[in-house]
């Protein structure tokens, strides 16, 4: 299923991209919101990224000194 959304959004994504490309001026908006929301999506699954990461090293650390 989620293959399958993954395609979805591709064909409607080139769509929307050749229609702006044609100076469709709604399929220019819905492209640069596409762009906007895509860009805060990946921000937002980079710091979730990052909070397993530091949760991770967070358990490996047992406080012990050498």
Do not use: P, W
């Amino acid at each position: 299923m989620k293959l399958k959304m993954q395609r979805d959004l591709e064909t409607v994504y080139d769509v929307v991209s050749e229609k702006a490309k044609q100076g469709d001026e709604k399929a220019v908006k819905l492209f640069l919101q596409i762009h906007k929301d895509m860009a805060q999506l990946q921000k937002s699954m980079n710091r979730t990224n990052n909070k397993k990461q530091d949760e991770v090293q967070e358990d490996e650390d047992d406080d012990l000194e050498i």
